[in-house]
């Protein structure tokens, strides 16, 4: 792909980026280096225990008794990871949404495969609803990549269990749908950070099967959930030149026909994890200020 297909911020980094995929030989090296950050946490971050799992807890300057929530899911393909990496996304949306916001350290696949990390979220969503600084009736599960695709599959878990109703859906870029792994039509060469090599890997280690399996639970892949009816408002953010994009405009459709209502934002030549990997750049400031509006809109009413 010519590179001038690329967003203008991002042609540079698009250029540099790795395009090896993930997978098994990499997988301890990687998780050794990520795992650098989350040894000791901000002194703004507080790290609580919810069983087995933990959370860190971003709080905004605030007065009010009760505030509203975002449990927020870290990306990594569902085999890796910290919720620490996410301390600086975490910490914005506290401050300018001013809201409590919770990470949620969750265990990675492929040691802990479905539904062990769903489950380890939707421990962290009662816990947060629990607790005395929030309104449970105004909490938002959002994530990055696959922390997209658990927080989809949360609500929908939510939905079913009727502990927790979340009251909005904020999904980056989320990972829903293994039968993308299957495509034979999809140019390798033409992604940043994410490919369907790593996506093969990654939905083999979360779900247990080969992707495509009609095994797959729909709360694994929430693509393949029949009923997407009485979900909560979505969000849902994917750049064009991002493996996800089909699934993800997919997704968006198949919640408005639903009923559900679901604003879809499509950045123009932005590829997987783009924000992370450029966060001062002007299309990921739009995309941040975008975000930051659909949760003020969702939970400061």
């Known amino acids: 792909m010519a590179l001038d297909a690329f967003h203008p911020d991002l042609r540079l980094a698009a250029r540099l980026l790795p395009r090896g995929a993930i997978g098994p030989r990499m997988l301890r090296p990687v998780r050794i280096a990520g795992g650098l950050m989350a040894r000791k946490p901000p002194k703004d971050v507080r790290v609580e225990a919810v069983g087995p799992i933990s959370v860190r807890v971003h709080r905004p300057p605030s007065s009010q008794s009760e505030l509203p929530a975002l449990l927020w899911v870290h990306g990594g393909g569902y085999v890796l990871g910290t919720a620490a990496q996410e301390d600086a996304v975490c910490r914005r949306f506290a401050q300018e949404v001013g809201i409590v916001v919770a990470s949620v350290e969750y265990r990675l696949a492929p040691e802990h495969k479905f539904p062990v990390p769903l489950d380890d979220c939707h421990a962290a969503l009662v816990w947060l609803a629990r607790q005395p600084y929030v309104d449970p009736g105004r909490i938002a599960v959002g994530g990055a990549s696959a922390g997209g695709g658990l927080a989809a599959g949360l609500a929908l878990l939510a939905l079913e269990r009727g502990e927790v109703a979340p009251a909005f859906q904020l999904l980056s870029y989320p990972m829903l749908d293994d039968r993308t792994a299957t495509r034979t039509d999809i140019d390798e060469t033409d992604f940043r950070l994410w490919n369907n090599k790593a996506n093969r890997f990654g939905w083999q280690s979360y779900t247990g099967l080969a992707p495509g399996s009609s095994e797959i639970s729909g709360l694994a892949?929430?693509?393949?959930?029949?009923?997407?009816?009485?979900?909560?408002?979505?969000?849902?953010?994917?750049?064009?030149?991002?493996?996800?994009?089909?699934?993800?405009?997919?997704?968006?459709?198949?919640?408005?026909a639903a009923g559900v209502q679901c604003d879809l934002e499509i950045v123009e030549g932005a590829f997987h994890g783009f924000d992370s990997v450029r966060p001062k750049a002007g299309v990921t400031e739009a995309f941040r200020s975008s975000q930051v509006s659909a949760l003020t809109a969702a939970l400061r009413r």
Do not use: H, K, M
């Open 221 to 256: 892949a929430p693509a393949r959930y029949e009923d997407l009816s009485g979900l909560p408002p979505a969000w849902i953010g994917v750049g064009t030149l991002d493996l996800f994009c089909d699934e993800d405009r997919s997704y968006a459709g198949r919640l408005r």
